[in-house]
């Protein structure tokens, strides 16, 4: 049988990435490099990883102003990483509303449920689900109820796929019985006893119900492998492609997952592959937010459909709709904000992808507003708006259609270097993510939706603002669903011009007050001086 192998960039000659049980590299000279991150993740990474602090602890001079011995600073989902030098620590300036007895489990809740303390948890939970007899056979583990799985020398069958007459996209049933094998012990109760979560997006479930102990070692000069792959891999179920909000749920939860199998200094490497778990050729506005994460093309089962896959290391990560999940079903304690596992996901992305970042001067606002060319939720008076606001001489005022004017890089980079961003309830919202710290979004019309948005903003930590007084806006007509009845986001609006600028204002006065803003205008200032 032809076989094929996808190779990967070794380091001297043995495969180190990911390893659930490690090979043994105690005598192994290995030469190490930086990953392209953030001066703040880089502190991090490298007091993760006592190997590539010590390698760097005397190189260049930039280094050592990175590698401190008294640089004590850790992500926070680290046993020993005290509260005051996590990446963040959130802020909860409002009432609990009865959930918690005190402030201090205001916060440490907020931190379990939205921050690095949910990834903390999830590495608690790890159990064996297949043991490995011998260092260099195969091994399964999982979180609890499988939200996440990590194995090596595994072996799923793809056969039966050609021969399926529809496209696959949320299903539960790609593999049978014995289609994923490992060479291992298979702890079969505890397996079982993990299925509860059995949902297409909501945990691994549906595909590791199948897993059986496989009669033979899985390598490289395996007969049952018709392709070996030696690149880490990532198997990724993806909620939407085309929805921003949605498929952000995807690509935070990859970050997420990053920290979650954070077991080796290659934990940031972008050798690696992506294979999207479905039929449908892969094809996002967002693609590129990938190349963050992976310096390959994108893959979907067509790319392996019909043969016996093996991997040496693979990933099945944490999902965009898990129960209690992270984004899309997170249950937020109320009256908290800025969560660190957010910023940081904001930071990675911008940094990864480049995109450029200008600093704020004359303490001028630079205002976007989000112009929809949709059927619904159109803004009837948006000339009359911007006329208003543009009455201002602090404020530089554009309006952008980012469906369909720019790519997204360049999206990317418009809300980067925007200090307020105002649009109706929509997908486009999600830009909020990648905002300056002291910007704020203005949600122009919830349409009905209060917490979607206000509730991403404050995961990020940005100020949130929506529409206030009802009578002042006008809906073209009661908004018809297309299942029937009234709903409030099928329909267009106009606004009041003079609350809208007042409301336009008060969001200004957030920015101006904001401490960073200040920071760059005053840098600013005295560069012109110079």
Excluded at 38 to 62: A, C, G, M, S, W
Excluded at 112 to 117: I, T, V
Excluded at 290 to 306: E, H, I, R, Y
């Amino acid at each position: 049988m032809e076989k094929f192998l996808l190779l990967s960039i070794t380091v001297t000659g043995i495969v180190v990435l990911w390893p659930l049980l490690c090979l043994c590299e105690c005598d192994v000279e290995q030469s190490l490099s930086l990953p392209d991150l953030p001066l703040e993740h880089l502190k991090r990474y490298i007091n993760t990883f006592d190997k590539v602090k010590q390698q760097y602890q005397n190189k260049t001079e930039l280094l050592q102003k990175i590698v401190q011995k008294d640089n004590k600073g850790c992500w926070g989902h680290e046993p020993d990483c005290a509260k005051e030098n996590r990446f963040q620590t959130p802020i909860c300036p409002g009432s609990h509303t009865g959930w918690v007895r005190n402030k201090e489990s205001q916060v440490e809740t907020f931190y379990e449920q939205a921050d690095f303390g949910y990834i903390k948890h999830q590495i608690k939970e790890m159990k064996l689900m297949c043991e490995p007899k011998l260092i260099t056979d195969s091994s399964l583990e999982c979180t609890e109820y499988m939200r996440f799985c990590r194995g090596r020398y595994l072996m799923l069958d793809f056969r039966d796929l050609p021969k399926r007459q529809e496209r696959i996209r949320y299903h539960m049933d790609v593999l049978k019985e014995g289609q994923i094998q490992g060479y291992c012990q298979l702890n079969e109760t505890r397996l079982k006893s993990q299925l509860d979560h059995m949902g297409a997006l909501q945990s691994w479930s549906p595909e590791l119900r199948n897993f059986i102990e496989s009669k033979e070692p899985i390598s490289e000069s395996s007969e049952q492998c018709d392709m070996f792959i030696n690149t880490p891999t990532f198997l990724m179920k993806i909620d939407a492609t085309y929805n921003m909000y949605h498929h952000f749920c995807d690509f935070f939860n990859l970050y997420a997952t990053l920290f979650v199998n954070q077991t080796h200094s290659s934990v940031f490497d972008r050798n690696t592959q992506v294979i999207v778990w479905e039929t449908y050729p892969y094809d996002s506005p967002f693609r590129d937010t990938f190349k963050a994460f992976s310096t390959n093309p994108v893959w979907t089962l067509d790319q392996v459909k019909g043969k016996r896959i093996c991997f040496r290391n693979v990933v099945f990560p944490l999902l965009p709709r898990m129960i209690f999940g992270l984004y899309y079903n997170t249950p937020i304690i109320q009256g908290c904000e800025k969560s660190g596992l957010f910023r940081a996901f904001s930071e990675f992305i911008l940094h990864r992808l480049k995109v450029p970042f200008v600093a704020p001067k004359n303490n001028k606002i630079r205002i976007t507003f989000l112009s929809r060319r949709t059927k619904y939720r159109r803004v009837k008076n948006e000339e009359e708006l911007l006329e208003e606001i543009s009455k201002n001489e602090d404020y530089i005022v554009q309006k952008i259609s980012y469906e369909r004017e720019l790519t997204f890089l360049q999206q990317l980079e418009v809300t980067r270097n925007t200090d307020i961003l105002i649009g109706m309830h929509g997908a486009g919202l999600t830009h909020l993510l990648f905002l300056p710290e002291w910007a704020s979004l203005f949600e122009l019309y919830n349409c009905e939706d209060p917490n979607c948005y206000k509730d991403l903003a404050r995961l990020r930590g940005i100020n949130y603002i929506t529409w206030e007084e009802r009578d002042l806006v006008y809906p073209e007509d009661e908004g018809h669903h297309p299942e029937g009845g009234a709903h409030a986001k099928f329909t267009n609006y106009a606004f009041d011009a003079k609350e809208f600028a007042r409301l336009v204002d008060k969001a200004a006065e957030h920015v101006k007050a904001h401490v960073d803003f200040q920071k760059y205008n005053q840098e600013a200032l005295t560069k012109d001086e110079l």
